[in-house]
């Protein structure tokens, strides 16, 4: 214990206006302050020319480079500057490794339910059409609005998830406890009652769907750039699991129990999680906790405490005091990122290559089923196990990947000295665009090449083997596509971890769907081979997008944060006018009191 608190003892005088800003996410280095020194004074200024729109108060920084001047020392009236320093022993967060990878898990068992809910239902939509007296088509417009909503409900709960004001683990647990609900509810569902299975089915998607989101903010949390690929990997697992157990098990609960127990088991499930997340998953939203050793309120806090148990420091030091700067998290300001370029041409470049996958799995069983009749339900259930197992290993696998390829670019750059600020930065210097870019020309060209041989295995009616074979590579690559984009988005808003994804969700989820109410018409007017051309064209075509974030995204990414600097300096300028502004009432209020005496 007394090691760790002389390991962790700040290097200067903490006060709690400024402590907040303290490398809240760098592990090596401090960070320069958005102020400047006007002469060899060793206060700053901050700009005075800085405009701020009312409107985008609600805005965050976006990059963590971003800092605060130094308490005013002695009275004084200008704030002084912080110089970037070498501290590599400053660690990111409390949580050691194996609890870093255990806080992972139990994200990934939260993020299984959005994918499964979804996939578990497939199998059961004939029983459910019988059950209700509905034709087909009706039943698949549950299939629609759950879809929708797994791309809109994402956007409120991530703003809530990024807010000081609620946090992550509140917001897990709401989740939890709405899905549950509502899988109850859809157990209980009397058949002569359309409408509330609608109803019902858009709650399960908006108490699943969220957690995908809140999974990617709870590794920003967490871990440091060097390290999240193999974080994401982990967390994707879960996901990941869904489509390849979702069918099989939806198949036999509907053959051999009913529709009922389809949501019956997703409820049980669901509330297993609950339990499991209420008494062990700590909070970690850095605006709230700091770097984990900060006592956040009571709602937020484990049952069982027992992750990071000891390893608290000074709680007035500058490493524990929570950030504030990043507090103000609206659905607004989620909606505000779109505005960012490169953001939005790495949700294109993600969408496209989601639909097609979409297709492909949502596909594999009308086309199965009529090159192999022999085929049964359960048959084709187990056909999505090559799929989801390529899914699986290839989130992890690449996970690993991106944290392998993040150490070459850093040596390589070091060694030819391109380290960007010297190697002072948020990052350790590493170009972020090259680090996570560089091998996407191999994984996107193999993935649109296995959609295009795919397609035309499948109308030469091959052996079934070679075409499962395909649907391994498929989901491999495809996950790879993902993890690779979903990793550079956090890099790039390292403030946003559940906004940016919640807008990766509802891009791709909206790209999906209208996808998917098209390409069965393709498919039928030119056939798999020419349809699934089509298709792995649609993925070559979305590939410009990342080589223009590639080549420009340097630019856009230092126009960002030289933007948030000059809206932290103003708010900050703003913050210590209104504090002398109440130094002087108060005087003025205690000299008043001493004439009157």
Request: net charge neutral; charged share 20%; aromatic share 10%.
């Amino acid at each position: 214990m007394d090691s760790d608190e002389e390991h962790l003892r700040p290097t200067f005088p903490p006060h709690p206006a400024w402590a907040p800003n303290y490398d809240r996410y760098s592990s090596e280095t401090m960070v320069d302050s958005p102020f400047s020194p006007s002469s060899s004074s060793p206060y700053a200024t901050p700009r005075d020319d800085v405009d701020v729109d009312a409107d985008e108060e609600g805005d965050v920084a976006d990059d963590s480079s971003l800092d605060r001047a130094e308490p005013r020392i002695g009275g004084g009236s200008e704030p002084t500057p912080r110089k970037a320093v070498d501290r590599p022993d400053k660690p990111y967060s409390i949580f050691t490794r194996n609890e870093k990878w255990f806080i992972v898990f139990m994200t990934a068992i939260a993020g299984i339910y959005s994918p499964l809910s979804a996939n578990i239902y497939f199998p059961a939509i004939p029983v459910l059409s019988t059950a209700f007296n509905e034709p087909v088509e009706l039943i698949n417009v549950t299939v629609t609005v759950n879809m929708i909503f797994q791309g809109i409900s994402p956007m409120l709960w991530g703003s809530l998830a990024d807010s000081a004001r609620c946090g992550r683990r509140p917001v897990y647990l709401a989740c939890l406890f709405l899905l549950t609900l509502s899988c109850i509810g859809l157990a209980l569902t009397p058949t002569s009652a359309y409408w509330l299975l609608v109803l019902l089915r858009c709650l399960q998607a908006a108490g699943s769907s969220p957690v995908i989101a809140l999974g990617a903010g709870t590794i920003v949390d967490i871990a440091t750039s060097a390290e999240r690929g193999g974080f994401l990997g982990l967390f994707n697992v879960g996901p990941m699991i869904g489509p390849c157990l979702g069918p099989v098990l939806g198949g036999v609960l509907a053959d051999k129990m009913g529709w009922r127990s389809v949501f019956w088991f997703l409820a049980i499930a669901s509330g297993v999680a609950f339990v499991f997340e209420t008494a062990l998953l700590p909070e970690t939203l850095r605006t709230i906790v700091g770097d984990g050793s900060v006592l956040p309120p009571r709602l937020n806090r484990p049952l069982v405490p027992i992750l990071g148990r000891g390893r608290k420091v000074d709680p007035n030091s500058p490493a524990a005091v929570p950030d504030k700067s990043t507090s103000h998290h609206t659905p607004l300001s989620v909606l505000r990122l779109f505005r960012n370029k490169d953001l939005c041409l790495i949700l294109v470049s993600t969408a496209i290559p989601y639909s097609v996958f979409y297709g492909v799995i949502t596909t594999m069983s009308p086309l199965f089923l009529a090159n192999y009749p022999w085929l049964t339900e359960s048959d084709i259930g187990l056909c999505y196990l090559a799929n989801g197992g390529g899914c699986l290993l290839g989130s992890f696998v690449v996970g690993k990947m991106l944290d392998w390829e993040w150490q070459r670019v850093k040596r390589s750059a070091a060694a030819k000295g391109q380290l960007e600020d010297g190697g002072s930065g948020l990052k350790g210097g590493v170009p972020v665009e090259r680090a996570r870019l560089r091998t996407t020309p191999y994984y996107w060209g193999a993935a649109a090449a296995c959609v295009l041989v795919y397609g035309w295995l499948t109308q030469a009616r091959v052996h079934i083997a070679v075409l499962l074979l395909f649907q391994f590579l498929i989901g491999w690559l495809v996950t790879a596509l993902f993890n690779i984009n979903q990793t550079l988005l956090m890099d790039l808003f390292p403030g946003h971890g559940a906004g940016v994804t919640a807008c990766n969700n509802l891009v791709r989820c909206l790209t999906g769907a209208a996808f998917v109410s098209v390409e069965t018409y393709i498919l039928d007017a030119v056939g798999p081979g020419w349809g699934f051309t089509i298709f792995a064209a649609m993925i070559v075509a979305a590939y410009p997008c990342l080589l223009l974030e590639w080549q420009k995204g340097k630019k856009w990414r230092k126009q960002r944060e030289d933007r948030d600097s000059r809206k932290l300096a103003a708010r900050e300028k703003r913050r210590l006018e209104q504090e002398d502004e109440r130094s002087r009432v108060e005087a003025e209020k205690q000299a008043s009191g001493k004439d009157q005496s």
